[in-house]
């Protein structure tokens, strides 16, 4: 039963990227939301996202985290776990403690981003066509994929499970739109999933407040591997010229000591008050270096397009700080370009003040 402190929707992601994903397209049919790490935002807002920053977690702390996190957001009318669209993580150990907290009677699972090229088709989840173990994803030094079917990452303690196959997002939308008693689904997907979600449960798209671009300096950091982050890293720095923060385009032995590096560099430079925004590539690069500024939370203000919300956090002694955010392997070659010259104004974009 939902209460007076319940948001009305409550979104339970693995990752940071995940998490304004699963927001961001509900903020941009007008609603506020907030997003935690590692708890409940202290912000009211109509969706709370929450990071239980579990990806990266043993799969006994990421059981730990899900079902203490999820017991929290339970009482919201709509409950949605993200799961990565390429089917990295903890999926299965989650998703049993998810569903277990979450009083939920049926489990609906939908992984398709069709924009991203992830669709499902009998059940196998592929990118660009191809089954995701097989692809790049399946070796990822951190993250791999190591399955393909979505029927391999279902706990058996859950018996009532709907798997969706889609090749477009209106395929998607449909189907979720069908499915009846929706308080009573523990619903999981990706972006395609949230994007779904939000058009069914707020049919009357209201714009968010208009923004402005921001006069200040534009930080960004590249910590994902892969290879076409680092293809739309070149085209950045290429075209604008603006700092930019990364590692090696080869693999390195020690993937935690790069992305440490670049957190750090990063933190150092977002002290000083010319840079009035941070782009981040990765989940994994945006919470090291939100650990090192001490941000626990913050609100999402829209997306600069689709798969890359933009937020805003207040550091310490009040100066606020814009977020862009986006997954490593996610976007064409000029994402970067384009995000960029939004903040800076060349399209419309966002003010970092207060309305």
Not at 312 to 341: H, N, P, T, Y
Request: glycine letters at 10%.
């Amino acid at each position: 039963m939902r209460t007076n402190h319940q948001p009305s929707i409550a979104v339970l992601a693995d990752d940071l990227t995940s998490a304004a994903d699963g927001a961001a397209p509900f903020v941009a049919r007008g609603l506020t939301a907030s997003i935690g790490r590692g708890r409940f935002p202290g912000n009211a807002a109509a969706v709370v996202a929450v990071d239980s920053a579990s990806r990266s977690a043993t799969p006994m702390q990421a059981i730990e985290r899900v079902a203490r996190l999820t017991t929290r957001l339970a009482g919201s009318a709509v409950l949605y776990k993200t799961v990565d669209s390429t089917l990295r993580g903890h999926i299965a150990q989650e998703l049993e403690a998810c569903f277990a907290a979450s009083g939920r009677r049926s489990l609906v699972f939908a992984p398709a981003f069709p924009e991203a090229g992830r669709t499902t088709v009998g059940g196998i989840q592929r990118v660009d066509g191809i089954p995701v173990a097989e692809s790049v994803y399946g070796q990822d030094p951190v993250h791999p994929a190591r399955h393909s079917a979505l029927a391999d990452l279902v706990p058996r303690s859950i018996r009532h499970v709907t798997l969706l196959d889609a090749v477009t997002q209106q395929e998607l939308d449909s189907q979720i739109a069908s499915i009846e008693e929706p308080e009573s689904v523990l619903w999981v997907g990706s972006p395609g999933m949230a994007a779904a979600l939000s058009r069914r449960f707020v049919p009357e798209k209201t714009r968010p407040p208009a923004v402005d671009g921001i006069g200040n300096e534009v930080l960004v950091a590249v910590g994902s591997a892969n290879p076409r982050s680092h293809i739309q890293a070149d085209h950045v720095q290429e075209a604008l010229g603006v700092m930019l923060l990364r590692g090696p385009k080869a693999r390195e032995q020690d993937p935690a000591a790069v992305l440490r590096r670049i957190a750090e560099a990063a933190a150092r430079e977002l002290q000083d008050p010319r840079f009035g925004a941070l782009i981040a590539t990765g989940g994994d690069t945006m919470e090291a270096i939100l650990d090192l500024l001490g941000v626990r939370e913050f609100e999402i203000l829209q997306e600069l397009e689709s798969g890359l919300p933009l937020g805003r956090a207040r550091l310490g002694g009040g100066r606020l700080l814009l977020l862009a955010m986006k997954a490593g392997g996610f976007g064409s070659d000029d994402a970067l370009v384009r995000a960029v010259s939004r903040l800076r104004g060349t399209t419309p974009t966002l003010r970092t003040d207060s309305q």
